[in-house]
DNA sequence: CCACTTTCTTATCTTTTGTTAACGTTTCCT
DNA sequence: AGGAAACGTTAACAAAAGATAAGAAAGTGG
């Protein structure tokens, strides 16, 4: 894909939050860069900064913590979904993440000092700070339902909810990440799959 | 308390996220009410849109959900914090979630509608789009902490990062709302305890 | 001030989950 | 193509958590 193919794709997606004139969007644009992100390489690691918000136009992230030597997934995000690790981004200070490619992506990203640059350019700062809060408040509807589930649910009936809302995840995920991202191990997830599909034990 | 110190206090607190001139609080306050909300009574009701967002000058409440005719609790709010059950805000759908007074609350709110009204107001559109985005930003950082307490840790890891990190809901809550929020039963909260406290068993 | 509720602990039993290891399959990589 | 790594399931055992009930202490509200 060209430069200019992901970044009509790009401009097409904020749609849903903003929408940019012919000139302000020729000052945006200019603000962002197109990068690729290899399989396996990292967008984001414990202990650096990430100073970066990425727009996924092709492939997939995972995000995890190591904890004890082991690999912990939290969250995955696919094409046309923001990737980031928001509060080291916002804060400034180093992140706790690890954001692995696993496919090759193309990423459509800024850094923290353009946004600030676009904050700080009258022709931008109003639909920039718009375009900013509506991301983010999506995120928190995301991330209420998500907590909830943690309160509220068993780990079956979490895994059952994203069997039937399913999306991407289980499609295309390995099962023991999936596994971490519902708060259990692989063998946990395993003995609930069994469990539903045959409905025995 | 009277109204006035009330919505100073108010306007000291909003200066961590935005800085009104005399003109513009002068109609940012005017979208200002004062409510008092009395012990047990509710601020959001499941099944309800919660179109206000409310600062919490005086009181605490907390969140909680019912599942199988039991209560579940999520989340407290206390003094100098916002409070809305922010996905039905959001949404302008019904939420899922009681936030109910647990101590006679002071609080400062406005509606949806006065939301939308200053955001249309060129005086105080682009200070108001700016506060709304800091405090998403903020709610944010909080929820990715929270999600990966889950993701990362035990109960009684959860446990001991609470009594560490403190703050006002151990001093503050019954056992059995703590229980919840870091979900698990008040039964299994009272045998983690038992555990820190002796380093028994 | 007394009855009533709420809160917390403890005990018992059941269920679920974690841990570790083994095994077969698939995928990856060079 | 072939060896290595990754993936998913299963088993066996240990550890933890849920459910339920009982009882004591503390707080609440007439």
Known sequence: MDANSALNIYREQLKKYIDFNEAEWIIFSQHLSINQLKKKHYFAEPGKVCDKVAFMIIGTVRYYHIKD??????????????????????????????????????????????????LANPMLAYKVEKFGRLVAEETIVCYEDRVASFITQT?????????????????RMPQHYIANYLGITPVSLSRIRRRVLTGVK
């Open 155 to 171: 780990p079956e009936e979490r895994y059952l909810q994203l069997y039937n809302t399913g999306k991407d995840i289980l499609r």
């Open 69 to 118: 030597g082991q690999e912990i997934t939290g969250y995955f995000s696919f094409e046309n979904e923001f990737v980031t690790s928001y509060k080291s981004f916002l804060t400034g200070l180093p992140g706790l993440t690890y954001i692995q490619a696993l496919e090759d992506c193309l990423l459509i990203t800024f850094t923290h000092r353009d946004l600030d640059q676009m």
